[in-house]
């Protein structure tokens, strides 16, 4: 016999729908990334704007593809793990999830005012808001429950009623 938890499912229920969830958020990640890349070499090949901030000490630091890549999948993936965390705690923890999440946004749009140029703030805060879009769209989605998806429907067994 199985530990049921409080949902109802075993413990290999949910380790099993768990690998998919984090195999899911990949899926989500890794779109987010190439719209990232895609903005970031529009903004940076395209329209020729040095994708600059201001290090430690004040020299420039250059932005590459490859830190808006990284940086993205690693955020993705920690918002899917603190959505998955937050919904099974609380029947409301996707809403709550999204507030922390336009929060966190709001926070990340702090680190374009370091930006070289008022160019490149402009477009770092563009690459901070299409992630941030993507993320909470993409992963809102991904994570709402089946019945939801539904259109409010609970899944269950099919009952017929009599005769014809």
Do not use: C, N
């Not at 529009?42 to 704007?49: E, G, L």
């Not at 630091?61 to 899917?80: E, I, Y």
């Not at 705690?89 to 929060?103: C, L, N, Q, Y």
């Not at 374009?112 to 703030?121: I, L, N």
């Amino acid at each position: 016999m199985t530990d049921r938890t409080r949902a109802g499912t075993s413990d290999a229920e949910r380790s099993t729908t768990s690998r998919r969830t984090v195999a899911a958020d990949l899926g989500v990640a890794g779109a987010t990334a190439a719209a990232a890349a895609l903005l970031w070499a529009v903004w940076s090949q395209v329209a020729d704007v040095a994708l600059e901030v201001k290090g430690p000490g004040g020299e420039a630091q250059d932005v590459g593809v490859v830190s808006v890549v990284v940086s993205t999948v690693v955020l993705v993936l920690a918002g899917g793990g603190l959505l998955r965390w937050m919904q099974r705690r609380s029947a409301a923890g996707e809403r709550r999830w999204t507030w922390v999440a336009v929060g966190v946004t709001a926070l990340s749009l702090l680190t374009p005012t370091s930006a070289v140029t008022p160019a490149a703030g402009i477009a770092l805060a563009s690459l901070h808001l299409l992630v941030a879009v993507m993320a909470i769209v993409g992963l809102r989605h991904l994570h709402r429950d089946v019945g939801e998806r539904a259109g409010g429907q609970v899944e269950g067994p099919v009952q017929v009623s009599g005769g014809q």
